[in-house]
């Protein structure tokens, strides 16, 4: 019983914590004259990921590097086919190629990078140092492209992810409380969040990969799934679909870029043999969704929620 509580009580502190995190950080943002463009192309799409990235940290300095790997795996499947499954089903998405192809393509690439990097030992100080140095390059170079064309599709979706978080503190006082308290409601709760998940999945003979990659990945990833959500319901398809994939190339060259560089992060069993690939097709159907069909209808949303059951209920047979 005490393992559920733990869980829930993580859960609602990550999420909270994450929340207010991204409001604090955008209110600073804006106190100090950060343009919106680089509000939304690093402010959101880093904290939407943060409580991946504190649960991943944690997980990995106390040795279970299958829920720290797991967990970022689980939350890019997650993201694309349960969370873009479910928004489109309430909300067709109809996007734009113009504003999504750059960064849809960063994030194949991003996934063929880490798969081609983890195919041997795993993920160790070299490997998360050139993750974080490709992060760099392609925040930088984003950004300086669409500074010298802030009416680029690109620049109009990041500035559009910013102005989609309309509440932010209003004083000084507040903005550093959501800044504070949002950074230790996270780090506490990804200690309860990971007491719990860890607890449930040895009283139930369940392998720590498969726990990164369903409890731990869908309970960090409830950010990217409410700002969707909100996004797909207000007709803006573009930062739905725009903040999914931010978010993706965040958790592989951020969270695991971070957390290899800490502690080296072994690759091993399903990770390698399965997930991994899951997570490259997941990428990829998307990726052919968006360029050839540019609408994500409620049959495709359909498809996608049907894609993740059936990859859920095929990783508790294959255990």
Not at 126 to 137: D, M, N, R
Not at 238 to 260: E, K, P, R
């Amino acid at each position: 019983m005490m393992h559920f509580v733990w869980l829930l009580v993580g859960l609602i502190l990550l999420t909270v914590g994450g929340e207010a995190l991204v409001r604090g950080a955008l209110a600073a943002a804006r106190r100090l004259g950060v343009s919106p463009l680089l509000a939304g192309l690093v402010i959101v799409g880093f904290g939407t990921s943060a409580p991946e990235l504190v649960v991943s940290l944690q997980a990995s300095l106390n040795g279970q590097p299958d829920i720290a790997v797991g967990n970022v795996i689980g939350s890019n499947i997650a993201n694309i086919l349960l969370i873009l499954g479910i928004s489109a089903i309430i909300m067709p998405l109809v996007t734009h190629i113009q504003c999504l192809r750059r960064d849809g393509l960063v994030m194949l690439a991003a996934t063929v990078l880490f798969m081609l990097l983890s195919s041997f030992n795993g993920l160790d100080r070299i490997e998360g140092i050139v993750f974080l140095v490709v992060l760099a390059s392609y925040l930088v170079w984003a950004y300086r492209t669409e500074k010298d064309d802030t009416k680029s599709p690109e620049a109009e979706l990041h500035i559009a992810e910013a102005a989609e978080i309309e509440v932010v503190p209003m004083n000084i006082f507040l903005t550093l409380l959501a800044i504070v308290g949002g950074l230790a409601m996270l780090i506490l709760g990804a200690n309860r969040f990971l007491l719990g998940a860890v607890g449930l999945g040895q009283t139930l003979g369940v392998p720590e990969a498969i726990i990164g990659l369903t409890v731990v990945a869908v309970g960090t990833s409830l950010p990217e799934l409410a700002v969707s959500i909100v996004a797909a319901i207000r007709r803006h398809a573009d930062v739905a679909v725009g903040n999914i994939i931010g978010s993706c190339i965040f958790n592989l060259l951020c969270i695991l870029g971070i957390s290899s560089v800490i502690t080296p992060l072994p690759l091993q069993g399903r990770l390698l043999q399965i997930d991994q690939f899951v997570m490259l097709g997941a990428t990829g159907l998307l990726l052919a969704f968006l360029f050839f069909g540019l609408r994500v209808s409620r049959v495709k949303g359909a498809v996608l929620l049907g894609a993740y059951i059936t990859y859920i209920a095929m990783m508790f047979g294959y255990q």
